[in-house]
């Protein structure tokens, strides 16, 4: 009998905190103040919703763990170092990360820099490391690390803060606004899925343009279900600074939609999602039930 979801989940998330450990810099070891803000930045906290979708469309085809613990760890050391990037002065500037102070209050604005920096450069050495543990043939292995830099430039994640950055103020169309989170958040999401499945194996076409239509729908929810929260939660719930969109003047699904039609739409992307897993039958059992926690989730 397979475990529970929550059971699932809880396992995945403890083993990628020991594992990050692992992958990570000693704490003492030199620059050790570097290395300590990155342990604060990347442990002990957060969803971990990359590294289980990594893992649930891992599950599709059979892929190794090894490779998959370092596929998972990568694309959260890149989500990590975007977080700590974004709540900068610079950026969004905010206080309040996980429930905690954010790495640029905790020490300071150049380690905070730096932090951003050293977990995006230890992501690819992770992932570059899966081919020695597990015999991932190259050309994968290429194509899995060009998928990660990809979804992090600037045709993905790095594009689309760039364009919330420039956007604050601005009326955006809805179509602009799902543009650019489909690269700030949605680039990352999609990652996520596609490396756990190339963990496992090549894809062909039809397997990758459902995964693709998966990875969308639930991109989308995320960002949606963010904007919800943002204007509905408070930051004790959230772990972060609550209100923030709209005390910084920034286009959101809510400002543009309304509250209840956002979680109308929200609720729509998670079908579609589950549509989209249709020629997996049952063993896409996890990454639907990573759609509901998406759109269901409080925080």
Excluded at 32 to 53: D, S
Excluded at 160 to 173: C, E, R
Excluded at 207 to 212: F, K, V
């Amino acid at each position: 009998m397979s475990a529970s979801f929550q059971d699932w989940m809880k396992t995945i998330q403890a083993g990628m905190e020991q594992d990050m450990d692992g992958y990570l810099p000693a704490a003492g070891a030199e620059p050790a103040k570097l290395h300590e803000a990155m342990r604060y930045a990347l442990l002990g906290g957060g969803k971990r919703v990359r590294p289980l979708l990594v893992y649930a469309a891992g599950a599709l085809f059979g892929a190794d763990a090894a490779v998959l613990s370092r596929a998972a760890a990568a694309v959260e050391m890149i989500h990590a170092y975007s977080l700590v990037h974004d709540d900068m002065p610079c950026m969004d500037d905010d206080e309040l990360r996980r429930g905690k102070p954010t790495v640029h209050v905790a020490y300071d604005e150049a380690t905070a820099l730096l932090v951003g920096d050293a977990l995006q450069s230890q992501a690819f050495l992770v992932l570059a490391d899966a081919a020695a543990v597990a015999g991932l043939p190259p050309a994968r292995l290429a194509a899995m690390l060009r998928l990660l830099a990809h979804a992090s430039g600037s045709a993905g994640m790095c594009g689309g803060q760039a364009i919330d950055l420039d956007s604050v103020g601005l009326s955006l169309t809805l179509e602009q606004l799902e543009r650019m989170h489909q690269l700030k958040t949605g680039a990352l999401l999609r990652a996520s899925v596609v490396l756990g499945a190339l963990a496992g194996k090549e894809l062909d076409e039809a397997e990758l343009a459902a995964l693709n239509a998966y990875a969308r729908a639930i991109g989308l929810a995320f960002q949606v279900v963010d904007d919800v929260l943002d204007a509905t939660a408070d930051s004790a719930t959230l772990g972060k600074t609550a209100g923030k969109d709209a005390a910084d003047n920034k286009p959101t699904y809510v400002s543009i939609l309304g509250l209840e039609p956002s979680r109308v739409l929200a609720e729509q992307l998670r079908l579609d999602a589950h549509a989209a897993l249709a020629p997996f039958g049952e063993q896409a059992m996890r990454l639907r039930e990573l759609a509901d926690l998406i759109v269901q989730r409080k925080a």
